[in-house]
């Protein structure tokens, strides 16, 4: 069988190739008929395995910390992460208490637990996030002031326990965005500026270690990122007012991220957001957030195509998704592509909640996006549509670089409200391949579905009001 390159693939798209075609050239036609979720699934979660740590326990109290809420202990966090990573690893604890902190940068084969009755504020202070580190913000790369948490190239990493980090997003961080709304004045504090210069370094190719910031220029830091990092596990924490995306790992492999209570309501305020990552699984969470509850991405435009690591292999099973803009969404920075994501017994019910399931891509972005899979999702209430697949986000057709989606399945998907069944909109040269709606059910509509430039909508067994129907108007 003749195999063709990405470049080939995506000029047979802009040709506005038929699937079946893209389907047969690819090799994807074959082996179609198997069931992926008995093939695949199975594969990637024997690959997922939590990291394992001595049995050590390092307190934070013992290298200076103090437990009033008041006294800075990132120097006694760092300490005690130091030694516990040169004496072979193991716990360091946070035990029951108030503390204040900036940074906290964790080493390999250290488990970070934050005991139940312990609540960490972080710093309000940008000094406290210095010396600035390698880090990506909104999908492109650049040297700024730490994430709240943060790990580079580190090998066997955790953060767990029933406690309560506490990015005090909403008594400082927000306000960097400028807008009025979160505290802001634009006129006095705002991204706006950084936000534009980072995005022309980008473009122009400035080498990642010239694109310095740092303090004063308003880039938000996300909250956990472990960066390069293999085997790492965050667990159980609860997670509230994040100054930006909250768990945000980035070119990670061997990923588990569980029970997390997540609750942001700010500008930008993502839940988790695994950018280019390998073997993710993301189960048994709660999201209630400002922007979407679980975002799967891969870099922006040069960025995205120049790093070229897609997400791949990502499970999320078992969570609760109430308040954002989409449940669980791919983009939009996701130009270096996804592929095999499956979501199963996931539960989205939010008057708050715009869409169940999203993509979001155009044309600057683009990127191959292929093999997602659905099954079991029950759906409350959604304010648009319940499935999205959007070309047409910000800068729509206005790009060189074609979005491609294909092999989309949502399979016994029921839902008791929403606006609209299904948004599909493709563009006129960058068509959606091969959508697929199988046992699914809508009950209340208030509009009928957009679908445009889709070839390859099936619907098998699609109710709505309770009705059988054959195609969605």
Known sequence: ?????????????????????LLSQTGLAQG????????????????IRAPRFRKRDFSVLKYGAVA???????????????????????????????????????????????SKGAYVRFSMNPKDYLPIVHTRWEGMELMHISPLVYAYEQTNIAITGEGTLDGQGKSYFWKWHGNPRYGGNPDVISQKAARARLYEMMEKGVPV???????????????????????????????????????????????????LNITSHGPNNDGCDPESCKDVLIENCYFDTGDDCIAIKSGRNSDGRRINVPTENIIVRNCVMKDGHGGITVGSEISGGVRNLFAENNNLDSANLWTALRVKNNASRGGLLENM?????????????????????????????????RNYVVDGLTCRKGNRAVDLQGLDKAP??????????????????????VKGLEMVSVKVGGKPVDKLD
């Open 1 to 21: 069988m003749k195999q063709i390159s990405r470049r080939e693939f995506l000029e047979l798209a802009i040709a506005g190739a038929g699937s079946a075609l």
């Open 32 to 47: 179609r008929s198997a069931d992926p979720w008995k093939t695949e699934y199975p594969k990637i979660l024997a690959r």
């Open 68 to 114: 009033d809420g008041k006294t800075l202990a990132t120097e006694a966090i760092t300490k005690a992460i130091d030694a516990c990573a040169k004496g072979g690893g193991g716990r360091v604890v946070i035990p029951p208490g108030e503390y204040l902190t900036g940074a906290i940068h964790l080493k390999s084969n250290v488990n970070l637990h934050v």
């Open 209 to 259: 270690k010239e694109r310095i910031f740092g303090e004063g220029h308003y880039l938000r830091p996300q909250f956990i990122q472990p960066y390069k990092c293999k085997n790492v596990l965050i667990e159980g924490v609860t997670i509230v007012d994040s100054p930006m995306w909250e768990v945000h790992p980035v070119l990670c492999e061997n990923v588990i991220v569980r029970g």
């Open 373 to 405: 899979y659905f099954r079991n999702t029950i759906v409350g209430e959604v304010s648009r549509a319940v499935v999205e697949i959007d070309f047409n986000y910000e800068e729509g057709g206005k790009g060189e670089h074609t979005p491609v989606v």
């Open 432 to 453: 959606i391949y091969d959508v697929k709606l199988k046992n699914c059910s809508f009950e209340t509509l208030d509009k009928p579905s957009v679908i445009k430039n």
